[in-house]
């Protein structure tokens, strides 16, 4: 007997991330029952976007125009460029942080065991857009892994060459976090990188009743 | 600005469920960087599914065909009908067990309140098939929710009224479960259901060691 349609789309919704058999029945049995329209508007909004979304030629991220509006708009500050491994973390960026400046996405990072080098990740691309003498400052957001900080020393290196000053996100305790969850390395780089308290922030709280 | 495509494709995911707008936004990047291929299949069997699935109409379950594989087969037994809320719980009894009868799909099960009554359940087509006079057992096997029990009581009659011998799956403490985390409700119908060991499991009992 041949594969029925509803086997296809089972194990073609597989593909996504995270979803088993399980999940995928419930998947497909959800959308033949109640969303028969959102499937068949999921199914041509993911049609278009695996065949029309490339890559921005300057800034490397997803785009279905050449350049992508971010660097194409004039209301971005050149001077200012954050490299991030991948469009997912230029996104959590964009949305968590005020940054009005621009982006370049590796899509990737260094690892040269599974052959990724400089050229796979357009690093020739980005000391060019250096060269160009506008931008004044690379702030370097790879993820704080043994490849992410090997890929930021690298970009440190790249961006000196080029008279651009590096910089990297600060490393530390989460907001919220409990000292006693976090885990030793991020405690101990945070207690070696403690900073002064400011004199107006320390009367502040001297005047607010201690918690508990 | 209009919406992008990518927005596009991550709400359109939405409709998934589960899967909300960081998932959403997961599942889209890891098609445009790991999965175009898997995308455009996956695209396209759901458009498929969506627009060539119907229902059989002798089971009312999902079908691309007028009467389903198990309905048009044979070598199923034609004395035994099993009805259920929905094509999931067919295909979890159909994976699960050994039956080789045939299937009656409600899709829904009886909730005056929303409007969903027999004619919604396609009952006047089940008594139809009870008439044919085939059916010797009606195996009611909706979910034990207080709809599926009034749904079940309303199959009972209907199956009486037609001289067919209706069944109901058997409740009680689940496999594998522990006493000390069943439901009250459960614990105490398994309780008022206890049936007698049989002799000859009790003499194989007893010449095992007890248990701790």
């Known amino acids: 007997m041949s594969v029925s349609l509803l086997e296809q789309l089972i ?3 597989r593909v996504l991330p995270g979803v088993g058999q399980k999940s995928a029945q419930r998947m497909a049995y959800h959308l033949l029952e109640r969303q028969r329209e959102g499937g068949v ?19 490397r991220d997803f785009s279905e125009t050449e350049t992508c509006p971010t660097c194409a708009s004039g209301s971005r500050d050149a001077h200012l460029l954050c490299v991030v491994e991948s469009p997912a973390d230029r996104l959590a960026i964009e949305q968590a942080t005020g940054f ?6 590796l899509q990737g990072r260094l690892s ?7 050229r796979e990740l357009g690093l020739d691309q980005l000391v060019q857009r250096l060269r ?8 370097v957001a790879t993820n704080p892994t043994v490849e992410g900080e090997a890929t930021a020393h690298y970009l440190a290196q790249l961006a000196r ?5 590096p910089s990297r996100l600060a490393h530390g305790v989460p907001l919220g ?14 207690f070696g990188s403690r900073s002064e308290i400011p004199n107006d ?7 607010k009743e201690p918690v508990r």
């Open 100 to 105: 009005r400046g621009q982006y370049f996405v």
């Open 201 to 207: 922030q320390l009367k502040h709280q001297e005047t």
């Open 11 to 13: 194990d073609a919704l």
């Open 177 to 190: 976090g409990e000292l006693e969850y976090v885990d030793r390395g991020t405690l101990s780089h945070a």
């Open 112 to 118: 040269p065991l599974d052959g990724i080098g400089p």
């Open 41 to 59: 508007r999921l199914s041509a909004a993911m049609a278009d976007a695996m065949e029309r979304i490339g890559h921005c030629r300057r800034c």
């Open 132 to 139: 160009e003498g506008e931008v004044k400052e690379l702030i």
């Open 161 to 165: 060459a080029q008279d651009v000053q």
